[in-house]
Nanobody, 124 residues
């Protein structure tokens, strides 16, 4: 079973950038379709971006296109999310998740493993 640990969250001013990392241990990272989600207080978990097992294809929720970039380093079992032009509306807990199947999915229930989350707070 894979264990996922997110890092890189913190507090940043509006307009700033952060890069989140998700380190995987156990399992076979290079066989998993990976995704990033976030959840703000009182809101449902929201899909942000996803990447295929070999990194050849990426997918983004419309509001993130052009601001967020997902990438992976299979040699070191790390998933990344580069976030630019952050706004207070981006404040949330950010999660990485693993999916066993190749097909693209934005549904959190289709992912079998989750990290504990990392807090991102954007001040105005």
């Amino acid at each position: 079973q894979v264990q996922l640990v997110e890092s890189g969250g913190g507090m940043v001013q509006a307009g700033g950038s952060l890069r989140l990392s998700c380190t995987a241990a156990g399992g076979t990272f290079n066989r998993y379709f990976m995704g990033w989600f976030r959840q703000a207080p009182g809101k449902e978990r929201e899909f942000l971006a996803a990447i295929t097992d070999n990194g050849g294809s990426t997918y983004y929720a419309n509001p993130m296109t052009g601001r967020f970039t997902i990438a992976r380093d299979n040699a070191n079992n790390i998933l990344y999310l580069q976030m630019n032009s952050l706004t207070p509306e981006d404040t949330a807990v950010y999660y990485c998740a693993a999916r066993r199947y190749y097909s693209y999915s934005t549904d959190p229930s289709d992912y079998f493993a989750w990290g504990q989350g990392t807090q991102v707070t954007v001040s105005s």
